[in-house]
């Protein structure tokens, strides 16, 4: 018994030019692109490869992050949350809002910890001028699935002492956005009260890499490849399609807040983020999907057009938190 093909679209080698339309920052994003996470990784029992891995990569993201956020006019005070780490991040002179963004890193589920969590938990509040924890989860090849969720629940569960649930946006980027997903249904699995709303941007919400654009924007997407590796290695065994790994495949009719994504049409997760979108809005949740043209993995961060997304985020969070009584 064979295998039935798979029927195929065939595309021969093209150049794909850049838009004309696009900022000068956001046309040297998609040409000189921030970081390569799209790599030859180690076998899987490799640990000390996948130490060595990690060093490398974390040391050109320490660059990149840190220079552009160590003089942030921020406070950051270190926290316990439960057992699980957080950076408590505040920017200098803003009113107190009430609210919380409970941020959840990214970096491919192996990357980000320690100094790069605070530098991008730091990034993250000057964005949108609000107060952040930044939770310092635990990642592979030490820890796997599910270490880096108990963390995150954990924490969510410490913001839950100090705040009431509809005042408090769970947020996440990439392998942040999955993780900031799976940390929901978790917690609505377990009977906590949910959040008042959740922010993903460029979700890694299908570990299984079925989407889409996984095939039409490999190589359209300067910055991010497959990372199925990456992804066996977190999942240590367990099936890719359940929820607390691929988010995807949850069943949203049992709940879910209010959620913003955004993706951009060169994104390799742009397929993750549109299949949310309309899985969020067909079991009825409140649901935004905003799409930057040409944008790739990441977004134009400090473009214009990046600035647009961040204007949207923070009107998103204004709204959640204005209908709490924040």
Same mark, same amino acid.
């Given at each position: 018994?064979?295998?039935?093909?798979?029927?195929?679209?065939?595309?021969?080698?093209?150049?794909?030019?850049?838009?004309?339309?696009? !900022?000068?920052?956001?046309q040297a994003t998609l040409?000189?692109?921030?970081?390569?996470?799209?790599?030859?990784?180690?076998?899987?029992?490799?640990?000390?490869?996948?130490?060595?891995?990690?060093?490398?990569?974390?040391?050109?993201?320490?660059?990149?992050?840190?220079?552009?956020?160590?003089?942030?006019?921020?406070?950051?005070?270190?926290?316990?949350?439960?057992?699980?780490?957080?950076?408590?991040?505040?920017?200098?002179?803003?009113?107190?809002?009430?609210?919380?963004?409970?941020?959840?890193?990214?970096?491919?589920?192996?990357?980000?910890?320690?100094?790069?969590?605070?530098?991008?938990?730091?990034?993250?509040?000057?964005?949108?001028q609000a107060r952040v924890?930044?939770?310092?989860?635990?990642?592979?090849?030490?820890?796997?699935?599910?270490?880096?969720?108990?963390?995150?629940?954990?924490?969510?569960?410490?913001?839950?002492?100090?705040?009431?649930?509809?005042?408090?946006?769970?947020?996440?980027?990439?392998?942040?956005?999955?993780?900031?997903?799976?940390?929901?249904?978790?917690?609505?699995?377990?009977?906590?009260?949910?959040?008042?709303?959740?922010?993903?941007?460029?979700?890694?919400?299908?570990?299984?890499?079925?989407?889409?654009?996984?095939?039409?924007?490999?190589?359209?997407?300067?910055?991010?490849?497959?990372?199925?590796?990456?992804?066996?290695?977190?999942?240590?065994?367990?099936?890719?399609?359940?929820?607390?790994?691929?988010?995807?495949?949850?069943?949203?009719?049992?709940?879910?807040?209010?959620?913003?994504?955004?993706?951009?049409?060169?994104?390799?997760?742009?397929?993750?983020?549109?299949?949310?979108?309309?899985?969020?809005?067909?079991?009825?949740?409140?649901?935004?999907?905003?799409?930057?043209?040409?944008?790739?993995?990441?977004?134009?961060?400090?473009?214009?057009?990046?600035?647009?997304?961040?204007?949207?985020?923070?009107?998103?969070?204004?709204?959640?938190? !204005?209908?709490?009584?924040?």
């Amino acid at each position: 018994m064979t295998d039935t093909p798979v029927p195929k679209t065939h595309v021969g080698a093209r150049d794909i030019p850049l838009p004309a339309h696009l !900022s000068p920052a956001a046309q040297a994003t998609l040409t000189t692109p921030m970081l390569d996470l799209g790599q030859v990784y180690p076998a899987p029992d490799d640990t000390a490869g996948w130490h060595a891995h990690i060093a490398a990569t974390e040391s050109a993201m320490r660059e990149l992050i840190l220079g552009s956020t160590a003089q942030l006019p921020v406070d950051i005070v270190e926290r316990d949350a439960h057992g699980a780490q957080v950076f408590d991040i505040t920017p200098q002179g803003i009113p107190d809002s009430g609210g919380l963004i409970l941020e959840i890193h990214g970096g491919a589920l192996i990357l980000g910890a320690g100094e790069l969590c605070r530098g991008m938990g730091a990034g993250t509040a000057f964005q949108m001028q609000a107060r952040v924890w930044a939770v310092d989860y635990r990642m592979p090849p030490a820890h796997p699935f599910p270490a880096a969720l108990d963390d995150c629940l954990a924490a969510y569960r410490a913001a839950l002492d100090t705040l009431p649930a509809e005042k408090i946006i769970v947020s996440g980027g990439s392998a942040g956005g999955n993780l900031a997903a799976a940390l929901v249904l978790r917690a609505r699995d377990e009977g906590l009260p949910l959040p008042g709303g959740v922010i993903l941007r460029t979700p890694e919400v299908d570990l299984t890499e079925s989407g889409d654009s996984f095939a039409t924007n490999l190589g359209i997407d300067p910055i991010l490849g497959l990372l199925m590796p990456v992804n066996l290695l977190y999942a240590a065994g367990h099936d890719l399609t359940h929820p607390y790994l691929s988010p995807l495949f949850a069943d949203f009719t049992k709940g879910f807040p209010p959620t913003i994504l955004t993706t951009g049409t060169r994104d390799l997760y742009l397929s993750n983020t549109v299949r949310l979108h309309r899985a969020l809005r067909a079991a009825g949740i409140r649901a935004e999907l905003h799409v930057l043209e040409a944008g790739a993995h990441l977004g134009f961060p400090g473009a214009p057009e990046g600035q647009e997304i961040e204007r949207e985020l923070r009107r998103f969070v204004a709204e959640i938190w !204005s209908e709490a009584g924040a």
